[in-house]
Structures are given as C-alpha cells and as structure tokens.
C-alpha cells in the first residue's frame, strides 16, 4: 500500500517522513479574484507524525468557520449564518465526542456556495479551516458526502482564482483522497485530474500540485489512466527539467508518478525529446536519493526500448550521459572534465541489498547501451577515434565487470565490419586488453562479453594470426574448464573455432604441446586435449558442436594448400593430430546423429569424408561409424530409405536383398515438397557419405570384421564413385558460399536453445 501525506497550513522545514504534511507559508492578503497571487511556496512538514490536526484545533473547527462566517456576514452581508449558530456548536461537541456530523457540513456547503457568488474575500480563510480539518482522517468521507469535496472541486477547475484559495483547494482535495478512493472516484467522475495536472506547471503550486495528483493516483487504477491520458507524463518531466526537487522528498512522489503512468496510453507518445537527457541527468545528482535513482533510471530505460529515443540520445551527441551514470553508480567523486574516467576513482560503499539495486539498474542500463550501439547512427556519429569510444576502451581494464561488460557490448556491436575490426585489432591492439580479461576475471558477464567481442575480431583472416600470437588460444582453456557457467563454455569454444579457421599458425598453437619437458606427462596433451576432454564432460549440445565444427576445421585447413606452408609442414601437423588424439571422431557423432539442423548434419558428414582419406583418419573414424546413432543416418543418407530404430542391419540386408536401393539419377530427383536448396544439400550429404564408405572401405577393410565389410560394401553397390577429391571439395565450397546465413543462423539458433 502507498504511503500517502497528509496537508498542513503550518510552516515548517522540509523531512522525508512519510506521514509528513503540506504547510502554506503565505501570510500575504488574499487579493480579490480575478488576480492571481503567486507569492507562496510550499515545503514538506516534519513536526507531525500523527496526520491528524492538533486536538484543540480539530474540535474548534466549526467555532472556527462560524468566526469567519460572522465576519464575512459583517463586513459583506448575505451569509446567513446567524441561524447556524446552535447547528455548528452541536457539531464541535459531536465531534469531541467522535461523531462527525455530516448534516453541518452540509450547511456549510451552502454557505461556501453564497460566499463564491457573492465574491467573498472571506472563502480563503475558510478554505485553510476546512484543509485542516480535511487532515483528520475521520473527516474525510464525510467531506465527500456533504458536498464540501465537490464545491472545491468547482473551484479547482476554475480560471483566475486567486494564489491563497487555490493552495488550499488543493490541500483540501488532496487530504480527502489520501486512502479515501470514494473521494477519488468524485475526483475522477469530475475530470478535476486535467486542472490538477496543469497546475503542475505553476511555479507556486507545483510542490503541492505534485502531492495532490500523487494522492490521488496511487493505488487507484482509474486516476491512473485518467492522469496518463491528461498529459500528467510529459508534464512530470517538464517538472524535472529545472532541478528544484532534486533532494526534496516530492521527488518521490514525482518518480511514482511517472512509473505508473508510463505503461499507459498514450505512454510515451507526449514525452519531449530530451525526456533521457532529464531523466539520467536527475539520477546522477549527489542529492538524489538512491531509490529515486532507480525509478529514474527505469524510466529512462523505458524510453531507450523505443527506436526513436535511441536515435534521438544518439544524433543530440548525449550517449555519453548514460555512460557517465554508470561510472557515477560507483565513485564517489567523479571529474567534470573526465565523467566517464574510472582511472583512480574513489569508490563508494553501498550496503549488501543496495549494491544489489544498484547492480540491477546497471544491468538495464547497459542493455539500452545495447540497443543503441547496435545503430547505424550511433557508428555514423562516433567515430574509433572519438573521445566515448576511446573510454570504452580504457573501461576494458577497470575492475568493475559491468562496465567491462558495457564495454565489451558497444565496442563489439561496432565491431561489424572487416576494416573496423582491423583498425581496432592492428591500431588500438584492443584484443590484448580482451585476453588479460579472459585470464584474470571471475565474472561470468564480463567473460561471455569478451569472448564474443574476440569472436567478431577474429573474423577478418589477416586478425587471426595477431589475437593467436597475443595468446587467445593458451588463455582458452581456463574458460574451457568452468563447468558451473556452460555458458561461458560454449562461447569460448565457439571462439576456439573461429580464431584457428583458415589459420594454421593458430591451428598449430591448439595442437602445441601442454609441457615441454619430455619427460612430463602433458608433453604428450595439447591444447586440443584439453577441448575434447570439454567435449567428453559437457552435456550441453551447442557447446559439443561447436567442438565438432573446430575438428572440421581443422581437417579442412590441413587437406587444403596453405600459402608459404610446405607440404611435408602439413603432413606431419596432420600425423600429430591423430597420434595425439586418437578419438578425434568421437565429437563428430553429435552432427551427424541429429535431424534438426541439416547443415549441421552435413557439415558432419564433410568432416567425416575428410578424415577417412588418410590411414590415420580413417583409424579415428571407423570407431564412431559403430555407433548405431551415427550408422543409422549414414544408411539413411545413401539409401533414402527410413530405417526403424534397432533394425539397422536388418533393414540394409532388405533393401539390398530386394533390389530397393535407389537408381542414382532418380535419387537425385527433387521429392515432393522438396526445395531445390534441400534437394542440393540432400545430393551433397550422399556424395560425402559415399566417399566417406569408399575410403573406409580402402583404408581399414583389411581390419573390418567381414560382417561389417559386408554392410559397406552393400551400401556402395550401384553407386557412382568417381568423385574426386578436387570435386568434392568444390562442392563443398560452393554450397557453403550460397548457403552461408543459413548456416551460422543455424548455428546461432542451436546457441540461443
């Protein structure tokens, strides 16, 4: 439940308390109407914990209007107040007694109506009795029901009333609905929120304005919607925009209004364009407390979900003023000239749940960060050498892990384009600052944050051999090792792949050896030991298929003609890759043995045919073809034939034995339903796994037990074999170049999973 204020004529100094009160600090003459005195301000009451009127004062209140009706009678004639004088003393000894006599309150009302129109100068001073007794609870229904709510209500929506009045039309209204939602629904049915709203924008008004539209707002759906829809958003940030409720306790109630306004329509449609500007600027003040921080941020943040004010923050040059908060939530005492340096801060201490708020609003914070670095504009509008992009390199050393991980996110999202991520790797030589992250941080964020930058920088070949040199490939297995974040696994192994693809000096590096003590026991493990042995603990899919797709290539880099390495070079790297690692196969069973993602699957199988060419590949494959998750859709890809679970071999002796193995010409035919891009892939998978049989079938039948010979030997009846290398590799790269998206958006769909 809201905690809700109550409204004082008392003059006192300002206290967050939040039972606390509204004083008028006008003693000036009331002008008469029309003029509008603007000479009063309004500040938050700290001298009452109870909401209720001092008990002398509450049980006056009649004697107290009568006093004032006497003198109105006297002076301006017309009141009529003589004949009340029993009804209100019977109503004062009710009220002692705790009886609130609705019936006098009544007459009252009739006697406010004959004041307005006789343009009384006497209906102030009765407005701030009535607005002190409006801050006695038990008073309030009964405002409502006799009557005195809605005569102030008129009042409220009135041009040309004059300053004294109107502040207290406004305790007044403000009293009777705090926690009263049937005066709420008497604000609402009037639309007094409109007048209210605009109110918001009187200098002399606005603190108790603010008060008001809270009180009735919260907790109170229809009031809610009401406010929203009269602009009371956009006006909240008008409010904001000149500082003078920074450190004020109002500034709450301001950052209440606003979060349960902002989801409502028309939401930020009437917000001003520099709405994030005011919004963070308010939250980084020293004074603003650190909940009021928050809210602020929350809604800033809402705003940067939505594109335009993405782009506006951009093209005003201002995305430095989020960055500039971030660096703010942790010194203490930040430079005006260097707001977002982090070189030798002081650093504040915040207690266990607050760090935990704090970390929080980061979070979102840098998530918009996300959104709008991932903008043309924001890349159009600062350049690499620009004095923000500049700070977010330095922040890739600080210790705070999200302001790495900021960092890592925008530099990254920037990093889309094979000329900037060779300036950044070549000129700023910021893959260094990268890898020292990956080796000295324990959080999971920053590191996931790293290793995908260095994915995207190790894209561009001519990167490869810097990031390799700079030492990436011996950092990796400290990632490769924590079991507890697969996340951060799976990552690290797709880093693995892209930065040894195409590169042989890196390929080289992963199958260095761990020790180069002969005599040790890791002189005979590599750093492609230390990945399988990932591959054999890890349960989680993606990550072992990003192992399998850095076997792949491997394989094909050493069965491609590398520049300026010599043939004899590639054949012993080769020899070492399989004496070392005799189970390399192994990994490659998790492509092949599922149906999801067909690239994947033939991705697997083109591995798989590379490896059998070779003696010693050949050894590391024929293992993995036992498998009856592996045989099963080797049999399927020849044949065409769906063959039921646990009759593998059966099934093959049936085809064969009746004749169904189908005609090539005919089995290269699309299918019904089939694409002309799925019928190419479905041709390619049974060219790769009909060479893949062929070379098992010369390098190892001699070995094969006859049975299973048999069955290899079955599968190639009919087949045409004259593939060459040359051609098969051709293929390959054909098919890889037209179907390049579908493949990482596949491999991207199998991470996000």
């Known amino acids: 439940m809201a905690t809700h204020h109550s409204c004082s004529s008392s003059s006192t100094t300002a206290s967050s308390d939040s039972s606390s009160q509204l004083s008028s600090r006008d003693n000036s003459p009331a002008p008469t109407r029309p003029a509008i005195h603007c000479s009063g301000s309004l500040s938050i009451a700290d001298s009452l914990k109870d909401p209720k009127i001092p008990h002398e004062k509450q049980k006056r209140m009649f004697s107290t209007l009568e006093a004032i009706f006497q003198r109105a009678e006297e002076a301006e004639g017309g009141v009529g107040v003589g004949e009340l004088q029993a009804v209100f003393e019977h109503a004062d000894e009710s009220s002692r007694a705790g009886y609130r006599d609705v019936e006098a309150l009544s007459n009252v009302r009739g006697i406010l109506n004959q004041m307005w129109w006789s343009d009384s100068e006497f209906?102030?001073?009765?407005?701030?009795?009535?607005?002190?007794?409006?801050?006695?609870?038990?008073?309030?229904?009964?405002?409502?029901?006799?009557?005195?709510?809605?005569?102030?209500?008129?009042?409220?929506?009135?041009?040309?009333?004059?300053?004294?009045?109107?502040?207290?039309?406004?305790?007044?209204?403000?009293?009777?609905?705090a926690d009263e939602d049937s005066n709420r629904e008497r604000v609402v049915g009037h639309n007094s929120l409109l007048p209210i709203v605009r109110l918001l924008r009187d200098t002399s008004l606005s603190s108790i304005a603010i008060s008001v539209v809270?009180?009735?707002?919260?907790?109170?759906?229809?009031?809610?919607?009401?406010?929203?829809?009269?602009?009371?958003?956009?006006?909240?940030?008008?409010?904001?925009?000149?500082?003078?409720?920074?450190?004020?306790?109002?500034?709450?109630?301001?950052?209440?209004?606003?979060?349960?306004?902002?989801?409502?329509?028309?939401?930020?449609?009437?917000?001003?364009?520099?709405?994030?500007e005011i919004l963070l600027g308010t939250a980084s003040e020293t004074a603003t407390e650190l909940d009021d921080c928050v809210s602020l941020v929350n809604v800033a943040v809402a705003h940067l979900r939505e594109e335009r004010f993405q782009k506006l923050l951009v093209g005003r040059q201002a995305v430095e003023i989020p960055l500039a908060l971030l660096v703010r939530s942790y010194s203490l005492q930040t430079s005006p000239e260097s707001p977002l340096a982090m070189s030798d801060p002081e650093i504040s201490s915040h207690a266990p749940e607050e760090e935990q708020q704090l970390s929080a609003m980061r979070s979102h914070v840098v998530q918009a960060l996300s959104d709008i670095s991932a903008l043309p504009e924001f890349a159009a509008n600062y350049a690499l050498e620009s004095p923000l992009i500049g700070s977010l390199r330095m922040w890739l050393s600080v210790s705070q892990p999200q302001l790495q991980v900021c960092a890592c996110i925008?530099?990254?999202?920037?990093?889309?384009?094979?000329?900037?991520?060779?300036?950044?790797?070549?000129?700023?030589?910021?893959?260094?600052?990268?890898?020292?992250?990956?080796?000295?941080?324990?959080?999971?964020?920053?590191?996931?944050?790293?290793?995908?930058?260095?994915?995207?920088?190790?894209?561009?070949?001519?990167?490869?051999?810097?990031?390799?040199?700079?030492?990436?490939?011996?950092?990796?297995?400290?990632?490769?090792?924590?079991?507890?974040?697969?996340?951060?696994?799976?990552?690290?192994?797709?880093?693995?792949?892209?930065?040894?693809?195409?590169?042989?000096?890196?390929?080289?590096?992963?199958?260095?050896?761990?020790?180069?003590?002969?005599?040790?026991?890791?002189?005979?493990?590599?750093?492609?030991?230390?990945?399988?042995?990932?591959?054999?603990?890890?349960?989680?899919?993606?990550?072992?298929?990003?192992?399998?797709?850095?076997?792949?290539?491997?394989?094909?880099?050493?069965?491609?003609?590398?520049?300026?390495?010599?043939?004899?070079?590639?054949?012993?790297?080769?020899?070492?890759?399989?004496?070392?690692?005799?189970?390399?196969?192994?990994?490659?069973?998790?492509?092949?043995?599922?149906?999801?993602w067909p690239v994947v699957r033939s991705e697997g199988w083109f591995a798989f045919a590379l490896m059998a060419r070779s003696k010693e590949g050949s050894a590391a494959v024929s293992d993995v073809m036992q498998v009856v998750e592996v045989f099963r859709p080797l049999v399927e890809t020849i044949t065409g034939k769906t063959i039921a679970r646990g009759r593998e071999y059966g099934a093959l002796q049936d085809i064969t034995n009746q004749g169904e193995l189908v005609d090539d010409v005919e089995d290269l035919e699309a299918r019904e339903g089939e694409t002309e891009q799925e019928r190419q892939m479905r041709a390619r998978d049974r060219d790769n796994t009909l060479v893949l049989v062929s070379e098992l079938?010369?390098?190892?039948g001699e070995e094969m037990a006859i049975i299973r010979r048999g069955v290899f030997e079955d599968l190639l009846q009919g087949r045409n074999l004259h593939l060459s290398y040359r051609e098969l590799m051709n293929r390959a790269q054909a098919f890889e170049s037209e179907n390049t998206g579908e493949i990482e958006g596949a491999y991207e769909a199998m991470g996000d999973q």
Request: glycine letters at 4%; hydrophobic letters at 40%.
């Open 123 to 177: 209906i102030a001073s009765a407005a701030e009795v009535l607005a002190d007794g409006s801050r006695d609870p038990e008073w309030r229904i009964p405002f409502g029901e006799a009557g005195v709510l809605d005569f102030f209500l008129g009042i409220v929506a009135m041009d040309g009333v004059e300053h004294k009045l109107m502040l207290h039309t406004l305790r007044l209204i403000g009293n009777s609905c």
């Open 410 to 596: 925008m530099l990254g999202n920037l990093a889309r384009s094979d000329d900037v991520c060779r300036i950044m790797v070549h000129r700023f030589q910021i893959h260094e600052p990268l890898i020292t992250l990956l080796q000295e941080s324990d959080d999971t964020q920053a590191l996931y944050s790293a290793a995908g930058f260095l994915k995207n920088l190790a894209l561009p070949s001519d990167n490869k051999a810097a990031i390799g040199e700079a030492g990436l490939i011996k950092t990796l297995p400290r990632l490769w090792t924590m079991d507890t974040v697969p996340q951060v696994q799976y990552v690290s192994a797709c880093l693995t792949r892209q930065i040894i693809s195409n590169s042989y000096a890196n390929i080289q590096t992963l199958l260095a050896s761990l020790s180069p003590d002969l005599d040790s026991p890791a002189h005979e493990k590599t750093y492609l030991s230390l990945l399988l042995s990932l591959d054999e603990k890890s349960d989680d899919s993606p990550t072992k298929t990003e192992i399998a797709r850095t076997i792949t290539a491997i394989c094909r880099a050493l069965n491609s003609p590398q520049p300026g390495i010599s043939s004899r070079s590639i054949e012993e790297t080769t020899h070492r890759l399989y004496a070392l690692h005799p189970d390399l196969g192994r990994p490659l069973a998790i492509m092949v043995s599922q149906s999801r």
């Open 697 to 700: 079938l010369r390098n190892r």
């Open 214 to 276: 809270y009180n009735i707002c919260m907790d109170f759906e229809p009031a809610q919607k009401q406010a929203a829809e009269y602009g009371c958003f956009p006006v909240l940030i008008d409010v904001l925009s000149n500082q003078q409720y920074v450190g004020n306790p109002l500034l709450n109630y301001i950052c209440r209004l606003l979060e349960s306004t902002i989801s409502l329509p028309p939401g930020l449609e009437l917000s001003p364009e520099n709405a994030v």
